[in-house]
């Protein structure tokens, strides 16, 4: 979960912005937020296009304690249920083991 973190943009896929570009409208009006992943992606798109300028409150939702955690996977789930089941877990009986991540922690 990215957030408000100020990550920078993976711009690396030229051939989905240039299609991404050509799908707007040449008069189109390009704003963004003003994190750098959201100015730089702007920018990729920008061409001629008239630029607002950026605007905070278009930035993703803040997750605050959360951000930049990520879900657990299936294979993190996984890999927790098999540990339980096996020989190094036989005393943990009737237990709530959250595998979150240590979300529910925060």
Not at 78 to 86: H, K, N, P, V, Y
């Amino acid at each position: 979960m990215v957030g408000w973190s100020n990550l920078p943009a993976d711009l690396s896929d030229t051939a989905a912005l240039r299609r991404l570009s050509d799908h707007l409208p040449e008069q189109a009006i390009v704003v963004s937020s003003d994190l750098s992943r959201a100015a730089d992606t702007a920018s990729a798109i920008q061409r001629t296009r008239t630029r607002l300028p950026h605007q905070p409150l278009l930035r993703e939702i803040n997750f605050g304690a959360w951000e930049l955690r990520r879900f657990a996977e299936v294979e993190d789930v996984a890999r927790s249920i098999l540990m339980l089941m096996g020989r190094d877990a036989p005393m943990v009986t009737g237990a709530m083991l959250p595998i979150d991540g240590g979300f529910l922690a925060v």
